[in-house]
């Protein structure tokens, strides 16, 4: 019988932090600033704006920007989704021919602020992030010292979960993949694709919750597929060696979990055992989604939080740390102290 799928409790590597503290009390408790992954050339047929945002979601910036710029919506581009429930800097594109003048110093954007453009050769890609960095402001802090006696361990990687908003405000999004995988169609292609993604997201998780639990968090099964750090490049281990231990210690490569769909698994032996197994109640849904034609892929199952620092400012703390792309501050912070998080909850009683 096909479980139900609700979010689980997610195991913690280090054991469930007893430190308690308030998070996003404030907007600005919760900053993000993107880095890109290539400088603007300054010249070209498309124009980067940098924006500062507050309140707003980064779909809905991206809409009243093509407006303003007299453009299709779909014609403005950005690196990444950025929450709505704190401070973001981030780059948007539009299409601007060269001899045109964008006039954004004189638009009114609610909770927006352009601080910047340049003038760059190509249309800006989803994904084209190096870092994000976030500075997060918690307060209350129950106990300060034991918050920082746990930075130590934080700093040699957590498990790469994905974060609560992919599935939607109580999980909603899960409801909805349970209804296209039952057979139900699902017209809108956006709501289909945010139904398809948390699938494969709760997948995900599952299969890194089973190696934390199994206690193979850290460790190379045989015919794992590592990937390489700050990379999307994966390779294959048929057997672990000296070698790809030490790599993996100096977190030059991190194992990896499979985003199921269509395609080879490319883990073999234990590796490939230990997945199946996991993933072995919602099978259905592996079939479902290879059946759609989704893409499988591999995922690090392990994050490591780039230039993690804590700040003590009287009873409140703030962290301050970059991630790659793809990657949740959510996973971070909850290893280090057990949160709430009071935008989020305001989220759910709407």
């Given at each position: 019988?096909?479980?139900?799928?609700?979010?689980?409790?997610l195991?913690?590597?280090y054991?469930?932090?007893?430190?308690?503290a308030l998070?996003?009390v404030?907007?600005?408790?919760?900053i993000?600033?993107e880095?890109?992954?290539?400088?603007?050339?300054?010249a070209?047929?498309?124009?980067?704006l940098?924006v500062e945002k507050?309140?707003?979601?980064t779909q809905?910036?991206a809409?009243?920007l093509a407006?303003?710029?007299?453009?299709?919506a779909?014609q403005v581009s950005?690196a990444g989704?950025?929450?709505?429930?704190?401070v973001?800097?981030?780059?948007?594109?539009?299409?601007?021919?060269?001899?045109?003048?964008?006039n954004?110093q004189?638009?009114?954007?609610?909770?927006v602020k352009?601080?910047?453009s340049?003038?760059h050769?190509r249309?800006?890609?989803?994904?084209?992030?190096?870092y994000?960095?976030?500075?997060?402001t918690l307060r209350?802090?129950?106990?300060i010292p034991a918050l920082?006696?746990?930075l130590?361990?934080?700093?040699?990687?957590v498990?790469n979960?994905?974060?609560?908003?992919?599935?939607?405000?109580q999980g909603?999004n899960?409801?909805?993949?349970?209804?296209l995988?039952?057979g139900?169609?699902i017209e809108?292609?956006?709501?289909?694709?945010?139904?398809?993604s948390?699938?494969?997201?709760?997948?995900?998780?599952?299969?890194?919750d089973?190696r934390v639990?199994a206690g193979?968090?850290n460790?190379?099964?045989?015919?794992?597929v590592v990937?390489?750090d700050?990379?999307?490049?994966?390779f294959?281990?048929p057997?672990?060696?000296?070698r790809?231990?030490?790599?993996?210690?100096e977190?030059?490569?991190?194992?990896t979990a499979g985003?199921?769909g269509?395609?080879?698994?490319?883990?073999t032996?234990d590796?490939l055992?230990f997945?199946?197994?996991?993933?072995k109640?919602?099978?259905?849904?592996?079939d479902k989604?290879?059946?759609?034609n989704v893409?499988?892929e591999r995922?690090?199952i392990?994050?490591?939080?780039i230039?993690?620092?804590?700040?003590v400012?009287g009873?409140?703390v703030k962290?301050?740390?970059?991630l790659?792309?793809?990657?949740f501050?959510?996973?971070v912070l909850?290893?280090l102290?057990?949160?709430?998080?009071?935008?989020?909850n305001y989220a759910t009683l709407d």
């Open positions: 019988m096909q479980p139900k799928a609700e979010l689980p409790q195991s913690y590597l054991g469930q932090p007893e430190t308690s998070l996003r404030q907007p600005d408790d919760f993000v600033h880095e890109l992954s290539f400088t603007p050339t300054g070209g047929e498309h124009m980067l940098l507050i309140g707003q979601n809905y910036v809409k009243l407006e303003l710029a007299g453009c299709k779909r950005y989704l950025k929450d709505r429930h704190a973001t800097r981030q780059w948007f594109c539009l299409p601007v021919p060269i001899k045109q003048q964008l954004w004189d638009w009114t954007i609610e909770g352009i601080l910047d340049i003038r050769q249309r800006l890609k989803l994904g084209s992030i190096k994000n960095e976030f500075i997060l209350d802090v129950s106990d920082l006696g746990r130590a361990l934080v700093k040699q990687g498990p979960y994905y974060g609560e908003q992919r599935f939607g405000i909603g899960l409801a909805l993949a349970e209804q995988f039952s139900g169609g809108d292609r956006k709501i289909r694709g945010l139904a398809l948390a699938s494969r997201s709760f997948l995900f998780n599952l299969q890194v089973a639990r193979t968090f460790q190379l099964l045989a015919g794992e990937q390489l700050g990379s999307g490049s994966v294959k281990v057997q672990s060696d000296e790809l231990n030490q790599r993996l210690l977190a030059d490569i991190h194992p985003l199921p269509l395609g080879e698994a490319l883990t032996a590796a055992a997945e199946q197994q996991s993933l109640p919602w099978q259905h849904w592996v989604l290879a059946e759609l893409r499988a995922r690090s392990r994050v490591i939080p230039d993690l620092a804590a700040e400012q009873q409140h962290i301050s740390f970059k790659y792309s793809g990657c501050a959510t996973a909850r290893e102290v057990d949160y709430q998080d009071v935008q989020r």
